[in-house]
Each structure stands twice: as structure tokens, then as C-alpha cells.
């Protein structure tokens, strides 16, 4: 997704011009809500014992679409919504949530820092891709093979994944009957902490992605050329690496919502603060202070929902269900942020509706925590997976 909104300004300009740029959003948006949506099959299925299959399967599916996009022409929206939105989308929701869950096979008190590391990858890929495909799209090669080239380097990088990557503990037994699946799932949706959770992410995702998606327009809008408008973006994921990183380390000593809470205020807070960015600086200071705060809230939901898994061979299952149904709300979003921004670019519309999105979430953290008592405490980890590995 960080890639994406890069590259389309790309599309706006050239590839797609004769779309609107709203017809274009929908190729990001799409691909989000089946990045989520994907999870849910694929996280029940590595709980089984299918973490193999389902990454492998995945990975051929992200190469496959890269390389139909490569094939796509000019001006063809259709095509680039199936191969760049549709398929995409489905390929990466195949790979992260069981990359993430796994991790859990492997790690208790470490957990979240490894959860931190691994989604840091996102964040360095965000930083990466963007500058190598502006520079592939507009130097000898082209768009076509500048896709190809990122086919091949994803590739080499998902050979090295595959190999490195298994799970450890033995898979849940297999619910043979439907009454037995219904109340599998029935369980997660009885678990109120849970749902509480689940709802949380939900409103999160609706407000936490508008600076992402809008950053570059608020950029040239207040004087930067549209060259430096394109590295706000790559300089919001760059500082996002730290962002991912640095609360994991301690989170599992100061509990999870006693770091998830303040992290999501000072999102908020800079979400309001957009309203009087008048000028460059403003826009560079946004790029680094909400590319590190958006980084550590958004690497916060997976522990968040390890936190609260009784137990470790559920995780796969309950990480897709919440991460698809926060798709949802990274789908309806933006979109409404846009709306609200209108022609005129209405600023306080979007970012009021975003921040106050973000706000409601850390307040919901916040009631979390007094739903169960000692979930904000570190050490109460031990009580809900005292048979964890080490």
C-alpha cells in the first residue's frame, strides 16, 4: 500500500490520466480491504497446519500480479484494478497475517519486539520501492519493465522469506463437523475484550491513513515542487521504520495499551495540528513526526490482539478477523477524507473526521483496559500463555 501511493500519482499524470483521480483511490482502497479480508481464510488456515501452502501459494499469486500489471496498458483501468488492486491485494493479505502469527510459534518474551521488527519491513519496502520504481518508470525502462524488475527483486526477497520462516508448536485440531466450526468462530465474537479490540482497530484504520494518502497534495499545495513532493511520502515510511521498532521494545514490560494509548493521542494530535500547516516546513515536520507515530500505533495492533488470544493456536485465525475487519475501515476512509476535502481542498474537513477517528480508538483502549483488569500490566503476559514458547 505504501508503494501504491506513490506510484499513483504516476497513474494520475500519465499511465491512467483519463481516470479520475478518485477511480484510481479505489485501486489502493480495494487493495487494503482484501489485504484484510484474505487474513481471515489464511490465519485459520496456518492455525491448521497450512502455514506452508498458504505462503507459498501467496507468494507465487504477489509475483504472478506484478508481473500481469507489467502487461497492462495505458489508459486500461480495469486491468490495473484486477491485476494491481484485486490480485495484489489478495497475494499480500495471503503473506501477512501468517508471517506475523508465526512469530508467536517462536517467540513469548519477545514477542511484540519481533512483531515490531518484521512489520519494519513494510516500512523499509515503503522506503525502498518508491524511489527504484520512479527512477525504473521514468529512465530507459519504462513502466512495463520497471514492474518487472520489482517482480524479480520480490521474488528473490519471498525465496529468502519462505526458507526462513516456520511454525513450531503443533496446529489446532481440525473441527470436522459445522456445529464444531460455528462454535470455534462463535468464540471469538463471545470474547468481549476481544470485540472491543476488533472494534478499535476498526476505527483506527478509518482515520490513521489520511495523512498517507494526502500528504503529497498538501505538499505541492504549499510550495514544494512535485520531485520533493514525492519523497514526503518515502520520508513519512523511512521515519515509520523507527516508529515500528522502538515502542515494541518496551511494550512488553509497560503493557500494551499503556503504550498504544499515548501513541494514538499524538496521532490525533498531529492529524488536528494539519489544519495550520501553511507552509513547506510544516509538511516536512508532518512527514517526520506522523511517519514515526502512525509506525508505532499500527505495529501496536498485532501484539495488541496476541495479547488478548488465550491461546497461542488461535492467534493466526483472530489476528485475520481483526485486520480484515480494520480493511474495512482503511477501505471507507479515505474516500470519505476526499470527499470531505472536496475540489476546494478544505483541509479541517478530512483531518477533524481522521482525528477524532484516532482519538475514539485510544479512548477504546483506554475502556480495554478496564474491562480486565491488569491486561495495561506487562507481567499479567504469563498468565494468559503460561504454556508459550520461550
Given at each position: 500500500m505504501a508503494v501504491f501511493n506513490d506510484t499513483s500519482d504516476f497513474f494520475v499524470r500519465e499511465y491512467l490520466s483519463n481516470s479520475s483521480s478518485f477511480q484510481i483511490s479505489w485501486i489502493g482502497s480495494v487493495q487494503v480491504l482484501f489485504l484484510g479480508c484474505s487474513?481471515?481464510?489464511?490465519?485459520?488456515?496456518?492455525?491448521?497446519?497450512?502455514?506452508?501452502?498458504?505462503?507459498?501459494?501467496?507468494?507465487?499469486?504477489?509475483?504472478?500480479?506484478?508481473?500481469?500489471?507489467?502487461?497492462?496498458?495505458?489508459?486500461?483501468?480495469?486491468?490495473?484494478?484486477?491485476a494491481n488492486g484485486l490480485g495484489l491485494g489478495i497475494a499480500v493479505g495471503m503473506l501477512y497475517v501468517p508471517a506475523i502469527g508465526v512469530l508467536s510459534h517462536h517467540f513469548k518474551k519477545r514477542r511484540s519486539l519481533m512483531m515490531g521488527l518484521a512489520q519494519a519491513g513494510s516500512s523499509v519496502g515503503g522506503l525502498v520501492h518508491p524511489i527504484m520504481l520512479n527512477n525504473l518508470f521514468h529512465g530507459r525502462l519504462g513502466f512495463a519493465w520497471g514492474v518487472r524488475v520489482s517482480a524479480l527483486f520480490n521474488l528473490i526477497l519471498l525465496i529468502v522469506a519462505n526458507l526462513l520462516m516456520s511454525t513450531r508448536l503443533p496446529s489446532r485440531p481440525k473441527d470436522t463437523t459445522f456445529k464444531k466450526q460455528l462454535l470455534y468462530w462463535k468464540g471469538f465474537f463471545t470474547d468481549k475484550v476481544y470485540v472491543m479490540a476488533t472494534l478499535s482497530i476498526f476505527v483506527l484504520y478509518c482515520g490513521v491513513y489520511f495523512p498517507t494518502f494526502f500528504l503529497?497534495?498538501?505538499?505541492?499545495?504549499?510550495?514544494?515542487?512535485?520531485?520533493?513532493?514525492?519523497?514526503?511520502?518515502?520520508?513519512?515510511?523511512?521515519?515509520?521504520?523507527?516508529?515500528?521498532?522502538?515502542p515494541t521494545i518496551v511494550v512488553d514490560r509497560v503493557g500494551v495499551f499503556n503504550m498504544m494509548i499515548p501513541v494514538?493521542?499524538?496521532?490525533?494530535?498531529?492529524?488536528?495540528?494539519?489544519?495550520?500547516?501553511?507552509?513547506?516546513?510544516?509538511?516536512?515536520?508532518?512527514?517526520?513526526?506522523?511517519?514515526?507515530?502512525?509506525?508505532?500505533?499500527?505495529?501496536?495492533v498485532g501484539p495488541m490482539i496476541a495479547y488478548l488470544t488465550p491461546n497461542v493456536s488461535d492467534i493466526g485465525a483472530r489476528l485475520g478477523v481483526s485486520i480484515g475487519i480494520g480493511a474495512v475501515g482503511a477501505l471507507i476512509g479515505p474516500p470519505i477524507c476526499g470527499a470531505l476535502l472536496m475540489s476546494e481542498l478544505i483541509w479541517y474537513r478530512p483531518a477533524i473526521f481522521s482525528g477524532v477517528r484516532i482519538l475514539l480508538q485510544s479512548l477504546l483502549s483506554l475502556w480495554l483496559t478496564s474491562l480486565n483488569q491488569g491486561l495495561c500490566v506487562g507481567k499479567c503476559w504469563n498468565t494468559y500463555h503460561n504454556k508459550d514458547p520461550q
Open positions: 487474513g481471515i481464510p489464511c490465519g485459520y488456515a496456518m492455525d491448521h497446519g497450512y502455514f506452508r501452502w498458504v505462503m507459498i501459494s501467496g507468494s507465487a499469486l504477489l509475483v504472478f500480479c506484478l508481473v500481469m500489471t507489467s502487461f497492462c496498458q495505458e489508459q486500461q483501468f480495469w486491468q490495473m484494478f484486477l503529497q497534495l498538501a505538499a505541492v499545495k504549499n510550495g514544494l515542487s512535485t520531485n520533493l513532493a514525492f519523497y514526503t511520502i518515502t520520508l513519512l515510511n523511512g521515519v515509520g521504520i523507527l516508529g515500528r521498532i522502538t494514538a493521542v499524538a496521532c490525533s494530535a498531529l492529524i488536528f495540528s494539519w489544519i495550520a500547516m501553511k507552509d513547506a516546513a510544516g509538511v516536512i515536520s508532518m512527514a517526520v513526526f506522523y511517519g514515526y507515530f502512525a509506525g508505532a500505533v499500527i505495529s501496536l
